[in-house]
């Protein structure tokens, strides 16, 4: 069944729970606005859902259709999510497309995304005046098709390293979403709901956007500059403030590490009570944490770029690649040229193994 289907009455006759008023909405155009997206294999089915649902759920609450949608894929067949299902488009990039937003939904690995044709085709839309947005790995795609310069964006944390180091000129923010002009970015997962409750209220008002959200029990809309990763406290699982003032400073200097004296300066502690405080806090010293997140940034680059090898040690703070293949296959258990070659064999990007500390009894997936 065509994508266009699923869910026909509820999108086009939109109809309240019974008992429930409409909510009241900002009128805009008196005809729908009209969505596009385009899916790209491996896309992460948790953002489309968050893309899609909110504009269905305020036709619903505003008991009239405000917003219609449909699907594209690049060869115009069934596009595959992460997880393995597929959904039918409406179209391909073959017919005209009539939609006043375009939203460019990717995961998996989308560095390894390089259809000339659709990137062409996506420059089109944009000269022809579409609003173009990316979500979660979808940024790169735009940023390859040339259509992020001299605009802000944002990627999901884990791509951001690829999508630096391969467009070291763009404006790359560690926020949830980003909305600049004619385009607008989403860092994956439920903040792309964030940022369709934010356009939701640009058009139509707060109060539908407020409605949508609790709808989908989203209680709390998130501004843009909320940031996409939990406190380096959370993450970590810690609360020496020495510990987290040391791994802040570490996760900031990948590319040029600092020497153990300065991360004790920054800590405001002597490196010998540092050092304790890492076995006590990690269960590592300084030097092995240091190198375990520098080898965790290293295997982002090598299975989302296409950087030589050589280029990702040096990007991570290596000397040499000599040094560089050593440490990697003391830490993954192969070199780096074997992991390019994997990433290189299709599918997602393996997961990788945590730099964090893990309790003890937990079991790492």
Do not use: K
Request: hydrophobic content about 45%.
């Amino acid at each position: 069944m065509p994508a266009s289907d699923i869910g026909l009455t509820m999108r086009d006759l939109p109809s309240r729970p019974e008992g429930r008023a409409a909510i009241p909405y900002r009128a805009a155009e008196q005809t729908p606005r009209r969505i596009g997206v385009l899916l790209i294999p491996g896309f992460a089915l948790l953002t489309y859902a968050c893309a899609v649902e909110p504009y269905r759920a305020a036709n619903v609450l505003a008991g009239r259709t405000l917003y219609r949608w449909m699907h594209v894929s690049p060869d115009g067949g069934p596009v595959p999510a992460s997880n393995g299902v597929a959904v039918i488009p409406d179209q391909g990039l073959d017919r005209p497309l009539a939609v006043d937003d375009l939203f460019v939904c990717a995961g998996g690995n989308p560095t390894a995304f390089d259809d000339r044709a659709a990137l062409a085709w996506l420059r089109r839309q944009a000269r022809r005046g579409i609003r173009i947005g990316g979500l979660s790995g979808g940024p790169l795609v735009l940023a390859r098709a040339g259509l992020l310069r001299d605009r802000r964006c944002t990627i999901h944390w884990e791509y951001r390293p690829a999508l630096v180091e391969a467009f070291p000129d763009l404006d790359v923010t560690s926020s949830l979403f980003e909305i600049d002009r004619d385009r607008v970015t989403a860092s994956g997962g439920t903040a792309t709901l964030d940022l369709m409750l934010a356009l939701i209220a640009a058009r139509h008002g707060r109060a539908l956007a407020a409605a949508v959200g609790e709808w989908f029990l989203h209680t709390q809309l998130r501004l843009p500059g909320a940031q996409q990763r939990s406190a380096l406290q959370h993450r970590y699982d810690i609360s020496s403030p020495a510990v987290l003032r040391a791994l802040e400073r570490m996760e900031a200097s990948i590319e040029e590490p600092l020497a153990r004296e300065a991360l004790a300066r920054a800590a405001r502690v002597s490196v010998r009570q540092l050092e304790r405080l890492f076995a006590a806090q990690l269960g590592r010293t300084i030097r092995a944490q240091y190198r375990a997140l520098r080898l965790d940034r290293a295997r982002a680059l090598l299975q989302e770029t296409t950087m030589p090898v050589l280029q990702v040690a040096m990007a991570t703070g290596f000397v040499s690649a000599a040094h560089f293949a050593r440490a990697y296959r003391a830490q993954f258990g192969h070199p780096p040229r074997a992991e390019r070659e994997r990433a290189r064999g299709g599918g997602p990007a393996a997961a990788r193994r945590s730099t964090r500390r893990v309790p003890r009894g937990a079991t790492v997936a």
